[in-house]
């Protein structure tokens, strides 16, 4: 079996810990959502943290949009109106990669 990239969480235990990690940060994300992420996760490759970048909308006067990138990436894995929203989602992806690098950091100096 291989193993995931750096900083990358397994696709197997991604939607079920991401979506646990957003509700730990207050957000309740739809389906569609959850399944946005689970589906754009794994095509924004580095080891960049991600951020929230603020866009104007092409729809209506005055009005945002958040993105949630990987370091100087412009390929989203999340967008919302809602900056809070926008924010969960980033510190669980943050949280979650930092889980895994941890995890693997221990597994390799337990085998060494």
Same mark, same amino acid.
């Given at each position: 079996?291989?193993?995931?990239?750096?900083?990358?969480?397994a696709p197997?235990?991604?939607?079920? &810990?991401? &979506?646990? &990690?957003?509700e730990l940060q207050?957000?309740?994300l739809a389906a569609?959502?959850?399944s946005?992420?689970?589906?754009?996760?794994?095509?924004?490759h580095g080891k960049d943290d991600w951020n929230v970048r603020q866009y104007a909308r092409a729809t209506g006067l005055g009005a945002r949009e958040y &993105?949630?990138?990987r370091g100087g990436s412009t390929q989203d894995v999340y967008r919302s109106s809602?900056?809070?929203?926008?924010?969960?989602v980033r510190e669980a992806l943050n949280e979650l990669e930092s889980q895994e690098c941890r995890a693997?950091?221990?597994?390799?100096n337990s085998s060494s």
């Open positions: 079996m291989l193993a995931a990239p750096p900083h990358r969480v197997s235990d991604f939607p079920d &810990r991401f &979506r646990a &990690r957003v207050g957000a309740i569609e959502e959850l946005h992420v689970g589906e754009w996760y794994p095509r924004c &993105r949630v990138v809602d900056l809070d929203h926008a924010a969960a693997d950091t221990t597994a390799q």
